[in-house]
C-alpha cells in the first residue's frame, strides 16, 4: 500500500514566529504575490499554513490573516 501523502495541519500559535516572519506575514498580507523574502522565512510561514505559494510568490491564508488581526505580537520569538 502507498503511502499517502497527509498536509501539515494549519498550526495556529504553536511555535511562535520571530520578528522578521510577523513582518514577513504582514508584508506578505498586503502585497501580491510576494517574491523576494528570504527561503528560510518563506518556507516557515507555508509550513505553519500562515501563507501559500501563487505564482511563484506567497500569499496570506486566512490563518495568516487571522494572525495579524488578533495582533499575537506578543506570542513572538528572539
Partial sequence: MAARHIPPMNRFLPDPLTR???SALKLVATAPPLRGLPY???RRLV???FAETVRGGLIATEDGLLRIKLGLNENLRD
Avoid: I
Wanted: hydrophobic share 35%; net charge negative.
Fill in 47 to 49: 509550513d505553519l499554513g
Fill in 40 to 42: 528560510k522565512v518563506q
Fill in 20 to 22: 522578521e516572519e510577523m
